[in-house]
């Protein structure tokens, strides 16, 4: 069972002053101090006022723990415990482990799993796992963790780096100890989209995922770049701020185009290559896998007003189709600290209601977009 410490109202608070907003943070507890240290320097650069509720213990599948962090009125962290940082938030989405307590566990961006004596359920969707099979995770777990720690000691370097420049007699470097943010022309587009998603499922799939970002990838590029591209029916009204769900989304055409039972990349641009005959239109596509796939592909892809769709999975030991969550990246930081980049972070839609702000630093499994 899963520790959960719960945050009371003590009247012991940590003021954090931000651009115009007074953050409130509620501490009961020294033992969680990295933990809250992080989530306070995090809730600085949120828009509007949020306090911590709970923190709750996770682990992926490989038994490195992680923590998710909940806040009033809605919101939410989660802190990687090996690189003392945090790896996912979100300010204006519920905490994807609301409500829920014990054997809670984290796969990475949008794989979050409770589990009981058999299965492990997916919080969201209700994907379920087969808790016998979780040792076939571990290496996605390793490889994420792994990551998560190489970005955070390449930081420290950088730290080091930068004390020992300003303890020299040389100059100080010409460099400016902050990140870059980049996004998309209209990225407010998918960050307002939060009830008409373009949301559907298909009785007896685990999801489909890659087919719900596949029509925000199309609706984007019907809104902005060639209106030809999808039927307005699709459209929940005739300002073309939100697509339909269920049944009536194109979500569900794109799954009828090219029926699979979870997908990576070249599904997707399979059944884009599918809808494009279709509508008797031709774009130009990229799809790549991991380890050829990579970060800086998706920030060249942003920096040419092209959202990408940002595939994570992990193995079906089962056999056949592998276990997908796929998402729509709309922008990107490169973490730097005085003109090193020690790692990435992503804003994405997470093709799920309230889930439009997603931040993450993952793995990378596979990637698709058009143009």
């Known amino acids: 069972m899963k520790k959960i410490i719960l945050f009371c109202l003590l009247g012991v608070q940590i003021l954090i002053l931000g651009i115009n907003q007074v953050?409130?943070?509620?501490?009961?507890?020294?033992?969680?101090?990295?933990?809250?240290?992080?989530?306070?320097?995090?809730?600085?650069?949120?828009?509007?006022?949020?306090?911590?509720?709970?923190?709750?213990?996770?682990?992926?599948?490989?038994?490195?723990?992680?923590?998710?962090?909940?806040?009033?009125?809605?919101?939410?962290?989660?802190?990687h415990e090996n690189s003392e940082d945090i790896v996912e938030w979100a300010e204006d989405s519920p905490s994807p482990y609301l409500n829920l307590d014990g054997n809670l566990y984290y796969g990475g961006p949008t794989f979050y799993y409770q589990a009981d004596n058999l299965t492990a359920n997916h919080t969201i969707t209700s994907e379920a796992l087969l808790v016998e099979n979780f040792d076939q995770y571990v290496s996605i777990?390793?490889?994420?963790?792994?990551?998560?720690?190489?970005?955070?000691?390449?930081?420290?370097?950088?730290i080091a780096l930068y004390e020992t420049l300003m303890k020299s007699e040389l100059p100080p470097p010409d460099m400016q100890p902050m990140n870059y943010t980049r996004a998309i022309a209209n990225s407010s587009f998918y960050r307002n989209m939060t009830s008409n998603v373009g949301y559907a499922t298909v009785s007896g799939t685990e999801g489909i995922c890659g087919y719900i970002a596949l029509n925000l990838?199309?609706?984007?590029?019907?809104?902005?770049?060639?209106?030809?591209?999808?039927?307005?029916?699709?459209?929940?009204?005739?300002?073309?701020?939100?697509?339909?769900?269920?049944?009536?989304?194109?979500?569900?055409?794109?799954?009828?185009?090219?029926?699979?039972?979870?997908t990576i990349s070249v599904d997707i641009h399979?059944?884009?290559?599918?809808?494009?005959?279709?509508?008797?239109?031709?774009?130009?596509?990229?799809?790549?896998?991991?380890?050829?796939?990579?970060?800086?592909?998706?920030?060249?892809?942003?920096?040419?007003?092209?959202?990408?769709?940002?595939?994570?999975?992990?193995?079906?030991?089962?056999?056949?189709?592998?276990?997908?969550?796929?998402?729509?990246?709309?922008?990107?930081?490169?973490?730097?600290?005085w003109g090193i980049t020690y790692g990435f972070a992503f804003k994405a839609h997470y093709g799920w209601q309230n889930y439009s702000q997603v931040n993450f630093s993952g793995v990378l499994g596979s990637l698709y977009y058009f143009f």
Request: proline share 3%; hydrophobic share 35%; aromatic share 12%.
């Open 23 to 79: 953050y409130a943070v509620d501490v009961v507890t020294e033992s969680y101090d990295d933990i809250i240290a992080a989530t306070s320097e995090k809730l600085t650069t949120f828009n509007e006022n949020r306090k911590i509720t709970q923190i709750k213990e996770l682990s992926d599948f490989s038994d490195n723990k992680y923590f998710i962090v909940e806040l009033y009125p809605t919101g939410y962290l989660i802190y």
């Open 270 to 337: 399979e059944t884009m290559l599918r809808y494009s005959t279709e509508r008797g239109l031709s774009f130009q596509h990229e799809d790549w896998i991991a380890p050829i796939a990579m970060n800086p592909m998706i920030t060249a892809a942003i920096d040419h007003d092209r959202p990408v769709i940002y595939f994570g999975w992990i193995s079906d030991p089962r056999g056949g189709d592998n276990i997908t969550h796929a998402v729509v990246v709309y922008e990107y930081t490169l973490l730097q600290f």
């Open 141 to 158: 777990s390793n490889e994420m963790n792994d990551l998560l720690v190489a970005n955070a000691i390449e930081k420290q370097s950088a």
């Open 217 to 262: 990838l199309i609706g984007y590029h019907d809104k902005y770049n060639n209106d030809n591209i999808m039927d307005d029916v699709y459209w929940s009204n005739a300002y073309k701020v939100g697509l339909k769900n269920h049944a009536d989304s194109l979500s569900l055409h794109l799954y009828n185009l090219n029926p699979k039972n979870g």
